[in-house]
């Protein structure tokens, strides 16, 4: 009977990985993305296709992890001061979407000739949007980082939030719920902001102290654990406070944000992340009860239409009113138009207070996968109907098959000097920018510029990055040479990296990043005026050489502190012009000094009997 039951588990296993392998690359290929092709296996596999799963509920617990890590890399990548930063779009634009799209949902459900109970339970889960399909869809076209993509993970924060408010008022709906007291609500409230802030206590002074250690210890697959552990941890002491998962792990990443370990962090977490996500996706597909959208399919094709409908214009009249452009406003609405993963909790806590009886329960589940599943649809449509203002192209050769030993990203003024050693030495350089009027400018001054974004995979590897020997990334944007960085490093990491670092904060996030070589842009031209102002001022030119190589080896000193430190150590190698000078060496004593005679040590002794 064992090996029955273990031999069904495995058949299982193999279903879901072939269900995802065979699927995700056809819907790819079709245009579709992989969200549409994970849900759709979902359906066909599930207990309402083949049949090869009976219960999805348990895989869909399983899977919601997925969502989890994911929203913990995104934290990772939100440093405190960004969060901070965005307060006004949390709590304003947020609230607003929220507030404006859960009244329009509710005239939905009572112009449908439901109790406004019903009306506001099943209007407000349509609320919440699906956090993985929005940020897998973000992620996937590299918007997480755009201001626009910003605003779309403030108001994500914000609706996840929300899930304590609306379990509470679902509470209160329910028939005899306003028997709970005013003190048992204001505890549940306490208690989510008491977790909130121990989990920002914990992770300010423990974490960073924890993982310290366990570096020390020199096992690979402890920090694995362990970045496991605060990410599940963080979690489960929301969940258990009421609050989402999905928000206590984004907390913990956003803490972790400025570790030294965050690169590590994210390296360990990401291969659980891409897997327990395609199968949280695959479990929505199989939570789709056929049978309940069959029996009530009116209701339901009609109820998904005015649901998708109405929140989309409240999302796009929220936008206009705060000054989106028309685009910005249409792409926002689009993407944020289907329900949301927190609805089946909500939903189900309403069908056990008895706002709403089983049956309701699984068709407004329904409306809301089919939501989802329409959602990538939707998008398809919108770049269809509504192309991207791109430039003109013409007379311009967009990168492709390029076989350069050295690819020069960004041939702005930087990358121009840049190329000049390489060219005169015989090299073949390949060249990618992506603003074509600076393409066609340079083609009058005799170079081949191709047209290309380097912040994308697919354009490094059509230009050749995994072939070349070096890749010189000269973008003149802090955020993007980073990005490329990072990508070339994953991608391609025996390929060496030159970088052109903005200035010491961005050259910090280079050298993090694993760039083989990175040279702050205004650096040795700072430096050469300042060795020509000595010469000027009558200096002997050997001595201003001494001084420049000094000044050299102090950056070099306090660049090595504040990789170790932070930005804001290694004061004591630069040379102020405020007070008495105080000279400090280069680099501290090993050992304390001490007297090597006996006159000297008198001389000592005397110097401190004085002090």
């Not at 449908?112 to 009306?119: E, H, R």
């Not at 984004?250 to 690169?263: C, D, I, K, P, Q």
């Not at 399919?297 to 109405?310: E, F, H, N, P």
């Not at 504040?562 to 040379?575: D, S």
């Given at each position: 009977m064992a090996a029955e039951a273990s031999s069904s588990d495995l058949v299982q296993v193999v279903a879901l990985l072939a269900a995802g392998v065979v699927a995700v690359p056809i819907?790819?290929?079709?245009?579709?993305?992989?969200?549409?092709?994970?849900?759709?296996?979902?359906?066909?596999?599930?207990?309402?296709?083949?049949?090869?799963?009976?219960?999805?509920?348990?895989?869909?617990?399983?899977?919601?992890?997925?969502?989890?890590?994911?929203?913990?890399?995104?934290?990772?990548?939100?440093?405190?001061?960004?969060l901070w930063g965005l307060r006004r779009e949390i709590f304003g634009l947020g609230a607003l979407q929220v507030g404006v799209c859960a009244v329009l949902l509710t005239l939905v459900g009572?112009?449908?000739?439901?109790?406004?109970?019903?009306?506001?339970v099943a209007g407000a889960g349509f609320v919440l949007t699906s956090t993985a399909i929005v940020m897998q869809l973000l992620e996937e076209r590299g918007e997480i980082a755009t201001p626009k993509g910003q605003r779309i993970v403030s108001i994500l924060l914000l609706e996840d939030l929300m899930i304590v408010p609306l379990l509470a008022l679902v509470a209160f709906l329910a028939p005899g719920g306003a028997d709970t007291s005013l003190s048992e609500r204001l505890t549940e409230v306490g208690i989510g902001v008491a977790a909130i802030v121990g989990l920002v206590v914990a992770g300010r002074y423990l974490l960073n102290p924890l993982f310290r250690i366990l570096a020390d210890a020199r096992a690979r697959e402890v920090m694995t654990a362990a970045a496991l552990l605060v990410v599940l941890g963080s979690a489960l002491a929301m969940q258990l406070s009421g609050l989402s998962m999905a928000m206590g792990a984004?907390?913990?990443?956003?803490?972790?944000?400025?570790?030294?370990?965050?690169?590590q962090l994210e390296a360990d977490i990401e291969p659980f992340r891409g897997i327990l996500l395609g199968l949280f996706f695959l479990a929505v597909g199989m939570s789709l009860d056929l049978g309940v959208v069959a029996q009530n399919?009116?209701?339901?094709?009609?109820?998904?239409?005015?649901?998708?409908?109405?929140k989309a214009l409240g999302i796009y009249i929220v936008a206009r009113m705060l000054k989106s452009g028309h685009r910005e406003a249409l792409e926002r609405a689009v993407f944020m138009a289907q329900g949301g993963e927190f609805a089946f909790v909500l939903y189900s806590s309403a069908a056990a207070v008895g706002i709403i009886d089983g049956q309701a329960n699984a068709t407004l589940t329904a409306i809301v996968i089919i939501s989802m599943v329409l959602t990538p649809l939707a998008i398809?449509?919108?770049?269809y109907l509504t192309p991207r203002d791109e430039q003109s192209l013409e007379g311009v050769d967009i990168a492709d098959g390029l076989t350069g030993s050295v690819l020069?990203?960004?041939?702005?003024?930087?990358?121009?000097?840049?190329?000049?050693?390489?060219?005169?030495?015989?090299?073949?350089v390949s060249i990618i920018d992506n603003e074509v009027e600076m393409i066609q400018a340079a083609a009058d001054f005799g170079f081949k510029v191709y047209y290309g974004d380097g912040t994308r995979l697919d354009i490094l590897h059509a230009a050749g990055a995994g072939r070349a020997r070096a890749v010189l990334i000269c973008v003149d944007k802090p955020d993007a040479a980073v990005r490329i960085a990072k990508l070339i490093k994953a991608e391609f990491p025996l390929v060496t990296i030159l970088a052109r670092a903005f200035?010491?904060?961005t050259a910090l996030q280079l050298v993090r990043a694993g760039v083989d070589y990175q040279l702050r842009e205004t650096f040795e031209s700072a430096l050469v005026l300042g060795g020509s102002a000595l010469e000027a001022l009558g200096v002997d030119p050997e001595e201003v050489a001494d001084v420049i190589e000094d000044v050299r080896r102090r950056d070099e000193a306090r660049f090595e502190t504040?990789?170790?430190?932070?930005?804001?150590?290694?004061?004591?190698?630069?040379?102020g012009n405020i007070g008495t000078p105080i000279p400090t060496p280069l680099t501290q004593p090993r050992h304390a000094g001490r007297a090597l005679n006996e006159e000297t040590a008198g001389v000592l002794n005397k110097a401190e009997t004085k002090s």
């Open positions: 819907f790819k290929r079709m245009g579709l993305g992989s969200i549409l092709g994970y849900l759709a296996a979902g359906v066909v596999i599930g207990p309402f296709g083949l049949r090869v799963f009976s219960e999805s509920e348990a895989i869909l617990h399983v899977a919601e992890l997925g969502v989890v890590m994911f929203l913990f890399i995104i934290g990772l990548e939100m440093q405190p001061s960004r009572l112009a449908g000739g439901f109790p406004i109970a019903q009306s506001f984004f907390l913990a990443g956003v803490l972790l944000s400025e570790s030294t370990f965050r690169h399919w009116r209701l339901v094709a009609i109820y998904v239409v005015a649901y998708m409908t109405m398809a449509a919108l770049r020069i990203i960004g041939f702005g003024r930087f990358g121009q000097i840049a190329s000049q050693p390489l060219l005169l030495r015989g090299l073949d200035d010491r904060g504040q990789l170790a430190e932070g930005v804001r150590a290694g004061q004591r190698f630069l040379k």
